[in-house]
């Protein structure tokens, strides 16, 4: 998930994207928006995780990778995730949202 963090440390959502990987650690390609976390509050995780960035003088743009696997005790329960790593830049699956938006001419929703 992208978001951006405003100088007055409001965030905004900007994509979402599932990706998947053509070979070990080798990115392929992405499908967005993401469904390997249905029902999850992306906004919440964003607001989380972009205040406490905010707090340490960071905003801009900031990507977070999720990884999510199936809880085995109870497989009809939402899968967990864990956060993998944080990019404090423009990275390319967030230019293609925005990119997309254009296209669309409009907003995600």
Same mark, same amino acid.
């Given at each position: 998930?992208?978001? %951006? =963090?405003?100088? $007055?440390?409001?965030v905004e959502l #900007? +994509?979402?994207? $599932? ?11 992405a499908f967005s ?6 029902? =999850? ?8 995780? +972009?205040? #406490? %960035? ?11 990778? %999720? ?13 967990f995730f864990w956060?993998? $790593? ?14 997309? $938006? ?5 907003? %995600?929703?």
């Amino acid at each position: 998930m992208s978001f %951006l =963090i405003e100088p $007055d440390g409001q965030v905004e959502l #900007v +994509g979402s994207y $599932d990706k998947f990987s053509g070979a070990e650690f080798i990115n392929a390609g992405a499908f967005s928006p993401q469904t390997s976390l249905p029902s =999850i509050d992306l906004l919440k995780i964003c607001e989380s995780v +972009g205040s #406490v %960035l905010y707090a340490k003088g960071a905003f801009g743009h900031v990507s977070v990778d %999720l990884i999510s696997f199936p809880n085995v005790e109870n497989p009809d329960s939402h899968p967990f995730f864990w956060a993998v $790593d944080l990019s404090l830049e423009l990275t390319d699956n967030a230019a293609i949202s925005y990119f997309f $938006d254009i296209l669309m001419e409009g907003n %995600l929703d």
